[in-house]
């Protein structure tokens, strides 16, 4: 999944990265080719979420993007997201993603994920 979303935003954000893990993503966030903004799917987040966001923003002013299946707008852990330092949360379908991202399949993700990654 992570690839499929790479493949279709890098050509508008060149300097975004997936990491899978703590150490992975800190790694992102830092050095001379950090990126520039961070996404973070916290669906397979093996470490608590809040904790995670918490540690990346200490190294780095980038906006956090989370992305999540379970975690709804407004909610408490929503809320917890955003204290620790989260720019937007963004809601994606539960399950596989398709791979074709046309029309209904996957277009309305996309475009969230782009008005967040713009702000």
Do not use: Y
Not at 12 to 20: N, Q
Not at 38 to 43: A, G, S
Not at 97 to 108: K, Q, R
């Amino acid at each position: 999944m992570h690839d499929l979303l790479l493949d279709r935003l890098q050509a508008d954000f060149l300097k975004l990265t997936a990491a899978i893990g703590l150490d992975a993503a800190l790694s992102a966030a830092r050095g001379a080719t950090a990126a520039d903004r961070l996404l973070i799917d916290i669906d397979g987040c093996p470490q608590e979420p809040a904790g995670v966001i918490a540690k990346l923003r200490l190294v780095s002013a980038a906006p956090i993007i989370v992305l999540s299946a379970t975690v709804a707008p407004g909610s408490a852990n929503a809320s917890a997201f955003l204290q620790a330092g989260a720019s937007a949360l963004v809601t994606k379908p539960a399950g596989a993603l398709p791979l074709v991202w046309s029309g209904e399949a996957g277009e309305p993700l996309l475009h969230a994920l782009r008005e967040a990654l713009t702000r």
